[in-house]
């Protein structure tokens, strides 16, 4: 026998205050006797205790035996046989990797269904899922428990975030399609509802954690050769943390920073005028939850190059972008643009236009026109001042805001969404997006043409901008789980997993999906070899003081499967209502309340 909701045992425990009633003497009441002689000794004892002498009769049991019956039923009990088809899913998401008491969560989960699966009959059918990179079955079908015992052994957890989705409603779907007597959920979330098919194993209590949630490496400036790095630490904790922050390049420590954080929030740091490396490592020393956010990865920048489409009718001003090093431009009229908007340009920049679709590239919108797909545009603006802007942002540093006075402007306002850069008391005048992988930044003033010193706010924040671009253009950088996009010669290459395994890439593949694990990646092309950054972007992940429960509603096997749970509480309930009636029948009130008469002397109170 099984307990749907086993909590509710614990009202087992009030059974003993029925024994109350039972001990405590009643009130003494006046009486009228002939003689007081025979009650005199029985007076003198009544006085000397509160509690009477415990006499039991038989309506007792029954109403022992009814509380019983009621608080079984709240238990919903459930009369199992042993289940011939199950299935095992173990959550292998990254917060299993979490250490509690010098064992994992993932460690723990697989010792459950070890232990679980012992005690099935060799002659069970079992079937092993797991839920990343998606929720899929591993090994062959219908193993025996000792087989699937051995298979579980050999699992381990991905550097990956749960996919999105309601796990109650897959694994309902996952058991009703398959016909699955049984199905075992192994996990670190808490579980909210009940089902009979369908069984949840929560591992893992709520711990706090500190995670590195960003990491880039980029130059100080458009155009300054030397690079920085920007790191966050956020808090998943109820306590105010000390932490440590080591900067490593290629395996070396290269500088460290030392910074308290508060509960919830995130700290931000920067390093400037460290060596160039192929790649860099962020590492926070701390002792926590979960060691694999600990880590970050990031790749050294490209080479200094930007190339750039100019969509303008009229280019002239954008000309003076030509004098800053590093940079090529290109520039057309918007009716040309349909016949380049194949070309392989870094950056396009829409001057006084507006494509019919958002482009996919980066882009820059000057001042557009009011029908766009971006911005809602407003009235003209005269030399209009800078009242708020974003910081800290790449786009305003060190630009005195009391000096930057376009000639005009007109503000924008989102349609959809967006980040407010530049203020004016009328509106936001420079506005920052980012959308499948691409940023767009909509200007509601001109900051052409580039005037270099004679101009030195507005110089600075088109150096900014185009900064901003620049930094993830040929980025090397990946989340886990996302695939690795290849180039037509990468076919007789070979990516190197960070835990050393060698993958060669043959017959025309232009992605490489195995990105299970936190790290850099190689590609190996002959003496060629090009890094990739590819760090656990899932936040949720690091979060293991509140994870989302699961929901499950109550579900009983597939119709095509062998039914194995018979439902025992209703007729409990039942069982329960009849013995109510009888203890109504044998004690019924009016008894309770017989008046008490002697030798035909009424009582008197």
Do not use: C
């Not at 910074?259 to 926070?284: C, D």
Request: net charge positive; no cysteine; charged share 20%.
């Amino acid at each position: 026998m099984e307990f749907l909701n086993p909590a509710a045992l614990y009202s087992l425990l009030l059974l003993p205050l029925l024994l109350i009633p039972y001990l405590i003497k009643g009130k003494p009441r006046q009486m009228v006797f002939s003689s007081l002689l025979l009650l005199r000794d029985f007076s003198a004892r009544a006085r000397g205790t509160p509690w009477g002498k415990l006499r039991l009769p038989p309506i007792f049991f029954l109403q022992l035996l009814f509380l019983l019956l009621l608080a079984l039923t709240l238990g919903e009990p459930v009369s199992s046989i042993s289940p011939a088809y199950i299935a095992v899913v173990l959550d292998n998401s990254a917060s299993m990797q979490a250490i509690e008491e010098n064992k994992s969560r993932f460690e723990m989960a697989k010792d459950e269904v070890s232990n679980l699966l012992r005690g099935f009959s060799a002659r069970a059918k079992v079937d092993l899922y797991v839920t990343v990179p998606r929720l899929e079955r591993v090994g062959t079908t219908n193993l025996s428990p000792q087989e699937a015992v051995d298979l579980i052994t050999r699992l381990s957890p991905y550097d990956l975030g749960e996919p999105p989705g309601d796990y109650g409603e897959s694994l309902a779907r996952l058991a009703k399609e398959k016909g699955y007597e049984r199905l075992f959920f192994l996990t670190d979330h808490p579980t909210q509802g009940q089902s009979e098919a369908i069984r949840v194993i929560s591992v893992g209590r709520p711990t706090g954690n500190l995670a590195l949630t960003s990491f880039q490496i980029s130059r100080a400036s458009f155009v300054s050769p030397q690079l920085k790095a920007r790191v966050e630490v956020s808090s998943f904790s109820s306590q105010r943390q000390a932490l440590k922050l080591v900067l490593k390049g290629g395996g070396r420590q290269l500088s460290s920073r030392v910074e308290t954080i508060a509960p919830g929030k995130s700290v931000e740091f920067s390093f400037e005028g460290f060596p160039f490396h192929p790649y860099y490592e962020a590492e926070l020393e701390v002792s926590d939850g979960l060691a694999l956010d600990n880590r970050r990865f990031a790749i050294a920048p490209p080479p200094r190059t930007l190339e750039i489409l100019a969509v303008s009718p009229r280019p002239e001003s954008l000309y003076s972008l030509r004098s800053i090093s590093g940079l090529s431009l290109k520039a057309i009229s918007p009716e040309a643009y349909e016949r380049t908007r194949g070309e392989g340009h870094s950056l396009e920049i829409f001057h006084y236009s507006v494509p019919v679709v958002l482009p996919q590239r980066h882009a820059l919108f000057v001042l557009p026109p009011k029908e766009n797909p971006l911005v809602a545009v407003g009235k003209t603006l005269t030399q209009p001042t800078i009242s708020a802007w974003r910081e800290p942002h790449l786009l305003t540093q060190y630009v005195n805001f009391a000096l930057f006075r376009p000639t005009y402007g007109r503000p924008v306002k989102p349609l959809f969404f967006g980040e407010a850069i530049l203020q004016s008391p009328e509106g936001v005048l420079a506005l920052a997006l980012e959308h499948e992988g691409f940023r767009y930044l909509v200007l509601g003033f001109d900051p052409f043409p580039y005037l270099g010193r004679e101009n030195l706010p507005i110089s600075i924040f088109t150096l900014n901008l185009l900064g901003w671009f620049h930094e993830v253009l040929g980025s090397s950088s990946a989340a886990t789980g996302e695939p690795l996009k290849l180039n037509p010669g990468d076919e007789r290459g070979t990516v190197v997993t960070p835990k050393g395994e060698k993958f060669p890439l043959q017959g025309g593949k232009t992605l490489f999906s195995r990105t299970f694990v936190q790290g850099v990646y190689e590609l190996v092309r002959g003496k060629e070899r090009q890094f990739i950054a590819v760090n656990l972007e899932d936040a949720k992940e690091s979060n293991l003081t509140d994870p989302a429960a699961i929901n499950l509603r109550r579900e009983t096997a597939a119709p095509g499967g062998r039914p194995f749970l018979f439902s025992l509480w209703p007729y409990l309930l039942l069982l329960s209502l009849v013995l109510l009636l009888l203890e109504w029948f044998f004690n019924p009130p009016i008894a309770r309340r017989r008046p008490f008469e002697h030798h035909g002397v009424p009582e008197q109170r």
